[in-house]
């Protein structure tokens, strides 16, 4: 028997994509006007129906979680239309177009280094190792704005464990993929690519470092950082990896490439830090995305209670 | 220079600040307004000083000397671009506090040049009445006024201090810059050895 696969069915099988974004507009537009008129309020949703609109593919069974925060979840558009990924672009409403085409499946990722297993996983396993979590996290840019969004995932830690680090295992990199044709940033020589970050091991194992393959409920849009991310929420945006093709167990602390670019700026650790300024601009207030006044970054973007513990003794000004 | 022209160019001049009032009440700036204003205004002030400085080489170039009478309003619009975006500095970034501001011009490489670059502008934005170059006579005038060089660069470095790590749009200013000024120096190059040339061939 022949089944077709994805590749065989004929593009004018497909539905055309701002046909059936059409429609979700339409049915979203009718499901609040129906909720403004039952109500009288959703007044902010017909101003920005967009916030609503999704266009990606749904997520069953996706649990809440306890790490959620109950803060106002930034609108749907601005996550996805104004993203650092200078994989794609240096502009950030860039990525949203530039990433439309970019192909997510099939997708590898090389687990390797200091593990007992070396091995080279699907992203669809992955996927499945654990039950999916809605995690409400702050995310705060290094650049001074911030965001709340409702990622989806499980703790990086479910990955780890099932890949067994062997005990001289200290550090753990994700390098993002390298292809110069789907991923036009990386003709220019803004950074050094492919782009690599990487966390202590413990820091990785810690519950709210998230191994993200969603958000809004939904698989995760291009520009976000699909098909595989890892989301450090008490870290500073880029040490948040996009696109992972690799994850390393290591014994030495590796590179990452912001602190290769200009390493009196960028260090490893970049804990969201209001006391440690960047040598060019004052961390100690941060301009969440949709709000006119700036207001004071917390301590480790708020998640002190969770983490602090992770750094006592250390110099956080020489560990930046 | 045609009546109409003036009046035509200081309403392009406008456009600018037009499109961003317009895209502001459409909700086209996007995710971060603030920033896109803050940026769109010093983009501004940056091409309206290098406008403002390739007029004299243009003039010469082309020999349409009218070009002259458009300096002093294309300056202008360099010093109210520059206005906006410092008052963006002022009121949407710090909401006009004075000691942090101050903290800032003193610790931050990039806020220093940018506020340097635009107390340079002042001097020239307030003598540019035709009153003041009669005060001040016209080469005292004109030596004051070469002020706009140094702020045009200070308002580069104030770019190149601020990206990240992509260079290309701050030093796409720069080699404008370095033109302007090259055309300059051999112009200057150029006068003295015609002078020189003048005085020693009258001496012998």
Redesign the interface.
Known sequence: MLIKKAEDIRSSEITPKSLYLNRRKFLAGAAIAGAAAATGFGLREIV?PSATVLAGNKIDGVKKSALSTTETVTPY???T??NNY?EFS?E??EPAKLAQKFRTRPWKVKIDGLVDKKQELDVDAILKMAPPEERIYRHRCV?G?SIVVPWVGFSLSELIKRVSPTSKAKFVEFTTLLDLAQMPGQQ?N??QWPYVEGLRMDEAMNPLALLCFGMYGEELPNQDGAPLRIIVPWKYGFKSAKAIVRIRFTDKQPLNSWNI??PMEYGFYSNVNPNVDHP???QAKE?R??E???RPTLMFNGYADQVASLYSGMDLKKNF | MPRYLKPVIFLACLAPLGYLIWRGLH?QL???P??KITHSTGDCTLTFLLITLSLTPLRKLTRQYWLINLRRMLGLFAFFYGTLHLMTYVWL?K?FDFH?MLA?IAK???ITAGMTAFALMIPLALTSTKWSIRKLGGKRWQVLHRLIYFSAAAGVIHYI??V???L?KPLEYAFVLAVLMLCRITAWIGARTATVGKVSASQS
């Open positions: 920005s558009k601005d996550v239309n104004y200078y240096t950030k409403d650049e704005w220019r803004v950074l670019s200009a060019r601009w004052s301009r995305l949709g006119f006044s700036k | 909700a996007g995710a971060n603030i920033e970034d909401f942090e800032d931050r490489k990039f201090w601020l990240k790590a992509d290309k």
